[in-house]
Every structure is written in C-alpha cells, then in structure tokens.
C-alpha cells in the first residue's frame, strides 16, 4: 500500500523525491528543488497537462522554499531528509525561487494538471484515483 494523504510529502513520489536530499550538497539540493518547480511552472508553456507526479514534486519544493524562508512546515518522516540537509546547508532565501514556486504552485493547481483531478470527490465516485 503506498502512502497517500495531505501533506505535501504525504505520498510515494514526494516521500522518493526526499530520498534524493541524503547525500545532496547546497547545489544539488537547489538543483533538486529548482528543477521540480520548473518543470511545474513551464508547463504553462504547453498545451499539455501538467503530470501528478510532476505536480507532487513540484508541490513538496514550494514547501521547502518556505522552509528556506523561515515559514514553519509539517515535519514528517517523508520530508526528513530534506529538512535535514537545510538545517545542513542553510541555503538562503532567493527571490527568484520564491516566485518560481507561486508560478508552479498556480500551475499545480489549474485546470490542465492532472493532481487537482486526483483529488476530486466526483473523479472518485466514477472509480477514479482517489
């Protein structure tokens, strides 16, 4: 059974993702965490619709920017890694990934991504993915 819930890391793809900040230095983590909100945010840019796992990473990078900015997040064993290695790193707070992370967040959430759809009540009385 995989892990499926509310919080940003509180599923497979966001709980994997963390795995990748065990052994992360300040740029690969930044890397790491850029990357999943780009993707996210330039989607936009296509006419395609922004895949969940895509949406999951992208979701669970926006809360480590807030983390970087200082803002409280849900502690949890999925995103211990991740909280570990800022409390490693102590990257410092970017403008630019702030608004990166507003941009893929707004992305995540509209009409052409696939995780709102994952999470509505009717999608799941027709025998959708929860």
């Known amino acids: 059974m995989g892990a499926w819930g509310v919080g940003a890391f509180e599923n497979d793809t966001a709980a994997d993702w963390d795995l990748e900040f065990e052994t992360a230095d300040m740029a690969a983590g930044l890397r790491l965490i ?10 936009d840019d296509s006419s395609a619709c922004l895949d969940g796992d895509d949406g999951v990473r992208a979701v669970a990078a926006a809360e480590l920017v807030a983390l970087i ?3 409280p997040i849900d502690e949890s064993p999925f995103n211990e890694r991740a909280r570990r290695w800022i409390a490693r790193v102590h990257p410092s707070s970017d403008p630019s ?3 990166l992370a507003h941009q893929a967040v707004s992305r995540v959430i509209g009409p052409d991504s696939e995780l709102p759809k994952l999470w509505r009540p009717e999608a799941c009385r ?5």
């Open 69 to 71: 900015k200082g803002q």
């Open 97 to 99: 990934l702030t608004s």
């Open 126 to 130: 027709r025998g959708a993915r929860p």
């Open 34 to 43: 850029t990357d999943a909100l780009a993707l996210a945010a330039q989607a």
